[in-house]
């Protein structure tokens, strides 16, 4: 660990600080966007971690950016409220032109505009994306765009969207992954012109919404890249994101064992604590082996993906190391607690639903392991 990945973690630490608990917990119970806390990492630069300096961004790589949303996640917050902008941004970044560039990346890393909605998952599609419903015609300077769109995070709270359409009939493309298309939208201007945006109450604090379109119209300028080359450019951005993910997860996972050995320590039960049996410390212990082996891989896949090497298979193996060290780490606090687990005040039960998700989302366990079954050992695809 390097002299800037220190100074980072504890600008990080020192910001999140101000984030106590109570704040979580009481966004957490109201469903409300942490947006207090989404304005003060905007504005101490963090979020434009990976936005390049001449666009006005902090030019780091994922490797830090991880460290970043890591430690918001080890502080007790959840960086699930905004950490999209990270990797959605680089489809923009590595794909828009000069002119896209140049109008939208000063203005998402000043905080001007929020790129914090990323469509692709629909309803009747799932994980098979290039099956997706949701079309974009052209008609003179204009996309129209008709479909829908389900689970769309913080669509609510953002000012962008980037939106994966079809605008070449899957019976016309040679291969099904051809003739999808990414358009930057404008969800301010678009909102009661074609888009209806509707909230989607989950188990865990997450601004996740439904998106109708009804014709909607999006400036052909809008259009990122060529057309029909989306869904390379989407799986572009995948491996930043799984990266980042884990990272989160490494963090839900250190706060799980330091929550659960300090009560360990502290809950006297039959005249001693209970971190003095062995029932109780050992999986306190397993799971800490888990969360530091997941974050050995975390900066394997982080630092290939720095050096412009192919990373597919560290970023999916630290997705599901992570996500699956979180998980068992949330459920083994929650044992450590025993009722007080459940109860809010303790935000056990808060941690343990928000890191559930990272079994599901964005890509599920199933998925990554018939990436690797396939991609990496060479077994038929399975689906
Ligand atoms: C809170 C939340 C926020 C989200 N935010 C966003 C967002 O901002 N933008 C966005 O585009 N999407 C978002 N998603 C969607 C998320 O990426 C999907 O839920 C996820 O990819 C799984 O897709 P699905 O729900 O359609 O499940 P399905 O594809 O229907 O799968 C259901 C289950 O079947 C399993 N399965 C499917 N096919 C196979 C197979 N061939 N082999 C083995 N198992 C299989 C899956 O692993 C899964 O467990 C979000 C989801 C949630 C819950």
């Given at each position: 660990m390097n002299e800037l990945h220190e100074d980072l973690r504890k600008a990080v630490q020192k910001m999140c600080s101000k984030f106590s608990d109570e704040y979580w917990r009481k966004v957490d119970a109201n469903h409300q966007y942490p947006e207090e806390f989404v304005n003060t990492l905007t504005d101490s630069g963090f979020l434009a971690a990976l936005i390049p300096e001449e666009y006005g961004g902090a030019g780091y790589g994922i490797t830090e950016a991880s460290i970043i949303l890591e430690e918001i996640n080890r502080s007790g917050?959840?960086?699930?409220?905004?950490?999209?902008?990270?990797?959605?941004?680089?489809?923009?970044?590595?794909?828009?032109?000069?002119v896209q560039k140049e109008e939208y990346l000063p203005k998402i890393a000043n905080g001007n505009l929020r790129l914090q909605a990323f469509g692709v998952t629909e309803p009747d599609t799932g994980t098979d994306t290039t099956q997706l419903k949701t079309t974009a015609e052209q008609k003179g300077d204009r996309y129209v765009v008709n479909g829908q769109k389900v689970f769309i995070s913080r669509s609510q709270f953002s000012d962008l969207m980037i939106l994966l359409v079809r605008t070449t009939p899957l019976k016309e493309v040679q291969r099904r992954t051809h003739g999808l298309s990414v358009l930057l939208v404008d969800i301010k201007k678009s909102l009661g012109n074609g888009m209806t945006i509707r909230p989607i109450r989950t188990m865990m604090n997450h601004a996740t919404t439904e998106i109708y379109f009804d014709n909607l119209e999006v400036p052909v300028d809008n259009l990122i890249g060529e057309e029909g080359k989306g869904f390379?450019?989407?799986?572009?951005?995948?491996?930043?994101?799984?990266?980042?993910?884990?990272?989160?997860?490494?963090g839900d996972g250190r706060w799980f064992v330091d929550r659960a050995t300090k009560y360990a320590g502290q809950r006297i039960v039959f005249g001693r604590p209970i971190g003095q049996n062995q029932g109780i410390q050992f999986p306190i212990a397993r799971a800490h082996v888990n969360v530091e082996?997941?974050?050995?891989?975390?900066?394997?896949?982080?630092?290939?993906?720095?050096?412009?090497?192919?990373?597919?298979?560290?970023?999916?193996?630290?997705?599901l190391l992570a996500a699956d060290a979180s998980w068992e780490?949330?459920?083994?606090?929650?044992?450590?607690?025993?009722?007080?687990?459940?109860?809010?005040?303790?935000?056990?039960?808060?941690?343990?639903?928000?890191t559930r998700l990272y079994q599901v989302a964005p890509i599920s366990t199933n998925l990554i392991l018939s990436f690797i079954a396939e991609h990496v050992l060479g077994l038929p695809r399975s689906y």
């Open positions: 917050g959840n960086a699930g409220a905004c950490h999209a902008q990270m990797y959605t941004m680089g489809t923009l970044l590595r794909h828009g032109s000069k390379h450019y989407i799986l572009d951005g995948m491996n930043a994101e799984r990266i980042l993910i884990a990272a989160e997860c490494i082996a997941a974050d050995l891989m975390r900066y394997r896949a982080a630092q290939l993906f720095d050096e412009g090497k192919p990373c597919g298979a560290e970023a999916n193996m630290a997705k780490a949330a459920n083994v606090a929650l044992q450590t607690h025993g009722g007080f687990g459940f109860a809010e005040e303790y935000d056990i039960e808060r941690k343990f639903r928000e």
